[in-house]
């Protein structure tokens, strides 16, 4: 309790307080632009968070984090354009209500749903990331191996069909992790005499190549796959009344309960990412609907305006934004890749995220935590008054012009750590293979916990190694160690269980093509 | 240097290394056997390409002393030309604009040091 009151008292300052509403307002307004994605959004803040203390830098970015996700439903709702990944099923049954004079009724749930989600995945990240972090701080050598093994194998182990490629990427992270002093020598590796880097690749810059530019690259080849010169700004639905009536919510309650966990159990998988849950969630919501409301009377159909369409995508997205966070701050690995690039931020001001973080600078800690909740708290009227002052000017921003404003912002926020030249050669040739990993579907998530994890695998590898005399059944020792062998044991589950359900798969199918032949 | 340090610093990324070539010949042979329809990489070749010679340019520009302002107007400029923006007025307004904004953000606003120029009054 005194810890949350810690929190409280850190968020209380005036210029914290400030930089997290300025960062939900950044954030909606930044999402809320077409093309700009929540990563994108993300790196482009991180260099302006470089001059500030660093309770007010993470405030603003808990702020901005928090609400692109919400910024996103607006042009998704009104244009069919999704301002973000998280809202492309919003853009469905949300434009449709637009279609029909009820824009503001739509914006108003995907509001209040993103609220509600959000609200109830804080209250997850209050309860479970500090009691996480409490066990993990018993953890030794052994056991910080094997959760090492344990984050990476989540990650892989959830791309179902796509193991290999899952593996290749956690491969190239861990190798490019290894660039720099060696952890148990000190040796220089694979600097080729550059001094830039012998601290490893600048983790900044990189981050910022990987989801900026990679993105920007994304992007370009949208703009120049659909331009057309002569069009201009979209003429736009009346966003009219943003009240919501009674016999709606209650309708909704349910919906925004199934989203709002589902969002929260997905966010604490790291890697699973916030398409899985928004997919997850609107599949939940459609059965609902079809259940219950579709045929009858003054009911739309399902994809044509439905408030569960609307509701529980935008639920499920903004529960994953604070859930994402429990494994990041308690363990150390992050939960999708945009919190993975909260531990750049942190990093930029000294600190490391897992167990320690608690201890070391609980102040920050805990009011991370609850920043969450007030930022959660702070996006209806924010949204309120984005949209009654702001939204038509975002809307006219040509997609175009933001090509070279998301690489000029990149690049000067990779530069500026360190005023370093050597940082934006790392940005762009970071980008350029996101990029070409991307278009070989080789997923990024699992380079990126390769790049996070790498250090601490290698260390808590050799030292174990070292204590146990070269035994490697030290991390399934059920005795010394029952922590490290359970994870292990999870570790093993997450690899064989895909893997026979991909076989089961294959196997229905011959079988079911066999039928089909000899019915034939 | 990428070889030469001792043995226990080589052993960690040299297994890597092996796991990596292992997997990458599964995903060749996979690649071999079940031969997918070819797909047109020329966009994203040429998206990726002319993105980079752009970047590339710019960072040159900076770290040979020609400043912010103008390589940046320049970049900016070729960036919204090549992705469609006409007529060119409408072009140089928004390069101009950004140029603006980066450098009063960047410069005026957070104090980054920019690289020197070749002369002090060159932006």
């Not at chain 2, 103008?70 to 307004?93: E, S, W």
Request: net charge positive; charged share 10%.
């Amino acid at each position: 309790m005194d810890m949350i009151l810690l929190g409280f008292q850190t968020l209380a300052d005036p210029m914290v307080a400030l930089m997290l509403l300025v960062g939900v307002m950044a954030g909606m307004v930044v999402g809320s632009i077409p093309g700009i994605n929540d990563n994108i959004a993300f790196a482009v803040f991180i260099p302006f968070s470089f001059s500030m203390p660093a309770e007010t830098a993470l405030a603003l970015m808990v702020g901005v984090y928090c609400a692109a996700a919400t910024g996103g439903a607006i042009p998704a709702i009104v244009l069919k354009v999704p301002g973000t990944a998280s809202s492309l099923l919003t853009a469905e049954d949300g434009h449709a209500m637009a279609r029909k004079g009820l824009a503001g009724r739509a914006l108003s749930i995907a509001i209040t749903s993103s609220v509600v989600g959000g609200i109830l995945s804080s209250i997850v990240l209050l309860l479970f990331a500090p009691s996480l972090a409490r066990v993990a701080l018993e953890f030794g050598y052994v056991e910080n191996f094997a959760l090492a093994i344990l984050g990476l194998s989540s990650v892989v182990g959830l791309l179902r069909g796509n193991i290999v490629k899952g593996v290749i990427a956690a491969l190239i992270g861990l190798l490019v992790a290894t660039i720099g002093f060696s952890p148990m020598t000190g040796a220089a590796r694979f600097t080729f005499g550059n001094i830039n880097l012998i601290e490893g690749i600048p983790f900044v810059p990189l981050l910022v190549g990987l989801f900026g530019i990679a993105a920007m690259l994304d992007l370009k080849a949208d703009v120049m796959k659909t331009r057309d010169p002569d069009a201009g700004p979209e003429s736009l639905p009346k966003i009219g009344s943003l009240r919501l009536p009674k016999g709606l919510m209650r309708r909704l309650t349910p919906v925004w309960g199934t989203s709002a966990a589902i969002g929260n159990v997905i966010g604490m998988l790291p890697g699973a990412g916030m398409l899985m849950a928004i997919f997850l969630a609107y599949d939940q919501a459609a059965r609902r609907f079809r259940r219950k409301f579709e045929g009858q009377p003054g009911e739309e159909t399902w994809g044509d305006g439905a408030p569960e369409g609307v509701a529980a995508p935008e639920a499920a997205n903004n529960a994953v934004t604070a859930s994402s966070m429990v494994p990041l701050l308690s363990l150390g690995i992050p939960g999708n890749s945009t919190s993975a690039l909260f531990i750049g931020a942190l990093a930029l001001h000294g600190m490391v995220p897992g167990p320690l973080l608690f201890t070391q600078h609980g102040n920050v800690a805990w009011m991370i935590i609850v920043s969450f909740l007030f930022a959660n708290l702070l996006l209806w009227p924010v949204a309120w008054v984005v949209l009654r002052t702001v939204s038509r000017s975002i809307f006219a921003i040509r997609k175009e012009a933001m090509v070279g404003v998301i690489a000029m912002l990149c690049l000067m926020g990779a530069y500026s750590d360190g005023a370093n030249l050597f940082n934006m050669w790392v940005a762009i040739a970071a980008g350029v293979v996101a990029y070409v990993m991307r278009l070989a579907s080789i997923p990024l998530g699992p380079a990126i916990l390769g790049l996070v994890l790498g250090p601490q695998l290698e260390s808590s590898l050799n030292n174990s190694l070292r204590i146990s005399n070269g035994d490697w059944l030290i991390f399934f020792d059920a005795v010394n160690h029952p922590i490290s062998a359970g994870m292990m044991v999870a570790s093993a589950l997450l690899w064989i269980v895909p893997a026979a359900m991909g076989l089961r798969d294959r196997a229905r199918a011959a079988k079911a093509a066999a039928a089909t032949k000899d019915n034939g | 240097m990428a070889s030469g340090f001792d043995a226990m610093s080589r052993s960690y990324p040299l297994a890597l290394s092996v796991l990596l070539m292992v997997f990458g010949a599964v995903l060749v042979l996979r690649v071999v056997i079940s031969q997918p329809k070819s797909v047109s990489f020329s966009l994203p070749a040429r998206v990726a390409g002319l993105s980079a010679l752009l970047i590339v340019a710019w960072i040159v520009a900076l770290s040979a002393g020609l400043g912010f302002v103008l390589p940046t107007l320049l970049m900016q400029g070729a960036f919204l030309y090549i992705c469609g923006v006409r007529p060119p007025l409408v072009a140089a307004i928004y390069a101009v604009l950004i140029t603006a904004v980066g450098y009063a953000a960047f410069v005026l606003g957070l104090g980054v040091r920019l690289p020197e120029t070749l002369a002090p009054w060159i932006l």
